[in-house]
């Protein structure tokens, strides 16, 4: 039986903008997309062999809304110190700076980031605690 995957998919009016912030901010990479797929263009990003990934569409005809409340978070768990403080910079590195979260237990072991459509990333230094 293969393991289960899933599929994050999220209209974007700034596909440009945003394919940067999970690219060359979080490091995440391209698995895939498409163009003109019935009007939609989109991007895959992940990390190859991942049982996840994340796609940004864009359609012309169908404007996106930005995130209806700063409580709309993507939480990536970094157990490694190092990795996660690399992590961190790589982010301020190119552009993106912290931003206080609305929950108050995300700044306690982790900075979060708001991408170009006002939904926000948290890394989180720690490890999901899998049961």
């Known amino acids: ?22 690219r060359e901010g ?10 003109g797929h019935d009007g939609f263009d989109g991007v895959m990003l992940g990390q190859p062999g991942a049982s996840y ?3 940004f569409t ?8 930005r995130s209806p409340s700063p409580e709309n978070v993507l939480v990536f768990y970094l157990p490694d110190p190092e ?10 590195a190119c552009g993106y700076l912290p931003v206080p979260p609305l929950n ?9 980031f708001e991408d170009p459509d006002g939904y926000r990333v948290v890394l989180q230094q720690g490890i999901w605690p899998i049961r």
């Open 1 to 22: 039986m293969n393991p289960a995957a899933f599929r994050v998919a999220r209209a974007t009016d700034q596909l440009e903008a945003v394919v940067r912030f999970y």
């Open 26 to 35: 979080l490091g995440l990479e391209l698995l895939g997309g498409f163009q």
């Open 53 to 55: 990934h994340l796609e």
């Open 58 to 65: 864009h359609h012309p005809e169908h404007p996106a809304p």
């Open 83 to 92: 990795e996660w403080r690399c992590a961190c910079e790589r982010m301020e």
């Open 104 to 112: 108050p237990y995300w700044a306690v072991r982790g900075r979060t």
